[in-house]
């Protein structure tokens, strides 16, 4: 057995009726859904780390049995004296699903994939002229400090002329930058950094202390209603009516987060300020749209169907090209 990425203890909330809360109904894009069992639904072998190598997955399965008692009082909608549990449960459901680690490593990879054309572009060999002429001029002075600043001038600047050609730097740069790029496991080194912020969500971080000042309750509906995704939390930020990753709104822009608990009942942290109201259907499609690869639910009815087909449409952290636009700025 794998790793839970999506706890069982939220994931048992959505088994489907006579499975006595060990099966859910499994909904991915390109297959027909099923009933499966919870302990095979969002887990993946070692993806907390090896046991005799790490004690991540022994943490994280403490912090399930430490959030048990919280999550089972929200799901009947009392909430009030589990606060601060319920602050760290949503900080880590956040941070520590598959969809947060293939969401950065595939951003990385596009720009890394970028790098080589946008270091090499005049805006940023321009920089680099400039910083190695300051670079050039201050070892100067400290080599010969006789020298006249003029002198030290025209001699860093004979040096760019003859040794930094714009056409010759352009290919430096650009063949340099390819070969350290594919000298990377960008899959490797966005499992240590994932699993370094996980290590974090056992503190009360930033985030956290964010939550704590949000009032929270629970959306509780007689049928059920609610979907669980793989991107786990969704967010509601402010001027904007369109629900996003929790991981792309700023503090500032943060106005609500939504986790399905149960297939009955969404739990939601609203800032002070705000007033909103989720819809069901807009939830739902947020969940299964900003999922990569699946979503549970207890019933199997056309509503869930037609959800099926929203899997990994809006999953990307950001579109290939905002993330270049960023490499080129």
């Given at each position: 057995?794998?790793?839970?990425?999506?706890?069982?203890?939220?994931?048992k909330?959505?088994?489907?009726?006579?499975?006595?809360?060990?099966?859910?109904?499994?909904?991915?894009?390109?297959?027909e859904?099923?009933?499966?069992s919870?302990?095979?639904?969002?887990?993946?072998?070692?993806?907390?780390?090896?046991?005799?190598?790490?004690?991540?997955?022994?943490?994280?399965?403490?912090?399930?049995?430490?959030?048990?008692?919280?999550?089972?009082?929200?799901?009947?909608?009392?909430?009030?004296?589990?606060?601060?549990?319920?602050?760290?449960?949503?900080?880590?459901?956040?941070?520590?699903?598959?969809?947060?680690?293939?969401?950065?490593?595939?951003?990385?990879?596009?720009?890394?994939?970028?790098?080589?054309?946008?270091?090499?572009?005049?805006?940023h060999?321009?920089?680099i002229?400039?910083?190695?002429?300051?670079?050039?001029?201050?070892?100067?002075?400290?080599?010969?400090?006789?020298?006249?600043?003029?002198?030290?001038?025209?001699?860093?600047?004979?040096?760019?002329?003859?040794?930094?050609?714009?056409?010759?730097?352009?290919?430096?740069?650009?063949?340099?930058?390819?070969?350290?790029?594919?000298?990377?496991?960008?899959?490797?080194?966005?499992?240590?950094?994932?699993?370094?912020?996980?290590?974090?969500?056992?503190?009360?971080?930033?985030?956290?202390?964010?939550?704590?000042?949000?009032?929270?309750?629970?959306?509780?509906?007689?049928?059920?209603t609610?979907?669980?995704?793989?991107?786990?939390?969704?967010?509601?930020?402010?001027?904007?009516?369109?629900?996003?990753?929790?991981?792309?709104?700023?503090?500032?822009e943060?106005?609500?987060v939504?986790?399905?608990?149960?297939?009955?009942?969404?739990?939601?942290?609203?800032?002070?300020?705000?007033?909103?109201?989720?819809?069901?259907?807009?939830?739902?499609?947020?969940?299964?749209?900003?999922?990569?690869?699946?979503?549970?639910?207890?019933?199997?009815?056309?509503?869930?169907?037609?959800?099926?087909?929203?899997?990994?449409?809006?999953?990307?952290?950001?579109?290939?090209?905002?993330?270049?636009?960023?490499?080129?700025?």
């Amino acid at each position: 057995m794998g790793d839970h990425y999506l706890p069982q203890v939220l994931l048992k909330g959505f088994a489907a009726s006579g499975s006595n809360g060990m099966k859910a109904y499994l909904f991915r894009s390109e297959a027909e859904p099923k009933l499966v069992s919870i302990k095979k639904v969002a887990q993946e072998h070692s993806f907390h780390g090896r046991r005799d190598q790490s004690d991540l997955e022994l943490k994280m399965s403490q912090l399930e049995s430490h959030y048990a008692a919280a999550i089972r009082a929200a799901r009947q909608g009392e909430c009030g004296n589990y606060v601060p549990e319920l602050c760290r449960f949503v900080a880590n459901i956040s941070a520590r699903t598959r969809n947060v680690r293939e969401g950065f490593s595939g951003a990385v990879e596009v720009m890394l994939s970028a790098a080589p054309d946008a270091l090499s572009t005049d805006k940023h060999l321009k920089k680099i002229r400039n910083q190695a002429r300051k670079t050039a001029m201050r070892n100067l002075r400290e080599k010969f400090p006789a020298l006249s600043p003029r002198l030290i001038r025209l001699k860093v600047d004979l040096l760019l002329k003859d040794e930094m050609g714009k056409k010759d730097m352009s290919k430096f740069i650009k063949t340099g930058v390819q070969q350290v790029v594919s000298q990377l496991d960008v899959p490797e080194m966005t499992m240590k950094a994932h699993k370094q912020a996980l290590s974090n969500t056992f503190k009360d971080t930033e985030r956290v202390e964010l939550l704590k000042s949000f009032s929270w309750a629970v959306d509780l509906r007689a049928e059920p209603t609610w979907i669980l995704g793989d991107v786990g939390c969704i967010a509601k930020l402010f001027n904007s009516e369109t629900l996003c990753n929790v991981l792309m709104a700023g503090k500032e822009e943060l106005e609500a987060v939504c986790l399905p608990i149960s297939d009955k009942a969404l739990l939601i942290g609203r800032s002070p300020q705000s007033r909103y109201q989720p819809d069901a259907k807009r939830v739902n499609q947020a969940s299964a749209g900003l999922s990569q690869d699946f979503f549970v639910a207890s019933v199997l009815t056309d509503g869930e169907r037609a959800l099926k087909h929203l899997i990994g449409l809006r999953s990307r952290l950001m579109s290939d090209d905002e993330l270049k636009r960023i490499m080129q700025s």
